[in-house]
T-cell receptor
Framework: AQSVTQLGSHVSVSEGALVLLRCNYSSSVPPYLFWYVQYPNQGLQLLLKYTSAATLVKGINGFEAEFKKSETSFHLTKPSAHMSDAAEYFCAVIKAAGNKLTFGGGTRVLVKP | NAGVMQNPRHLVRRRGQEARLRCSPMKGHSHVYWYRQLPEEGLKFMVYLQKENIIDESGMPKERFSAEFPKEGPSILRIQQVVRGDSAAYFC?????????????FGPGTRLTVT
């Protein structure tokens, strides 16, 4: 069975500091990977996705993620945190022949001024 | 182009009542997905529908839950005889295509509270 693990349910960063959110997947075949952001009381918005093209994927709002097959990881980074980045972030995977997203447990980001 | 619309945004039901959650996909999208977010848990897939067809319902509870996506009108997620454990946020997503290349666009969710 396919699964996604996000290390750290809560992350606190200072404004202007690096944001690093970790995601590891388990899959017998290269999956398709996504990062979504959820602001309070809202739906999910796609930040970026990896679909077997370039391993470094750039998304919206200055976020990017790198697919590392050897580490089965797809960590999300942003060089400089902004107060507006405070939200919950979900890593998700979809298998090649499927349609349903399998989500990690989510990481809530707090940005300190 | 309006996004995915869900209504109601908030729904309160007493135990034993029925809950009906509606999802209008984005214009031109014929694929609808329902996900549930239980308190302190991640999002879990429930069901995938195309117009008039249930494609994958592997995440649906065996009893009391049903979903449809008729030829005309919104997709409906129906929960009969609700219990407190059904309290959650229910999200609908839609996509224009089948397959992994198709981004799923999420609605704002319906927050169901069972009292």
């Amino acid at each position: 069975a396919q699964s996604v693990t996000q290390l750290g349910s809560h992350v606190s960063v200072s404004e202007g500091a690096l944001v690093l959110l970790r995601c590891n997947y388990s899959s017998s075949v290269p999956p398709y990977l996504f990062w979504y952001v959820q602001y309070p009381n809202q739906g999910l918005q796609l930040l970026l996705k990896y679909t077997s093209a370039a391993t470094l994927v750039k998304g919206i709002n200055g976020f990017e993620a790198e697919f590392k097959k050897s580490e089965t990881s797809f960590h999300l980074t942003k060089p400089s945190a902004h107060m507006s980045d405070a939200a919950e972030y979900f890593c998700a995977v979809i298998k090649a022949a499927g349609n349903k997203l399998t989500f990690g447990g989510g990481t809530r980001v707090l940005v300190k001024p | 182009n309006a996004g995915v619309m869900q209504n109601p945004r908030h729904l309160v039901r007493r135990r034993g009542q029925e809950a009906r959650l509606r999802c209008s996909p984005m214009k031109g999208h014929s694929h609808v997905y329902w996900y549930r977010q239980l308190p302190e848990e991640g999002l879990k897939f429930m069901v995938y529908l195309q117009k008039e067809n249930i494609i994958d319902e592997s995440g649906m509870p065996k009893e009391r839950f049903s979903a449809e996506f008729p030829k005309e009108g919104p997709s409906i997620l129906r929960i009969q005889q609700v219990v407190r454990g059904d309290s959650a946020a229910y999200f609908c997503a839609s996509s224009p295509l089948e397959g992994v290349a198709a981004e799923q666009y999420f609605g704002p969710g319906t927050r169901l509270t069972v009292t």
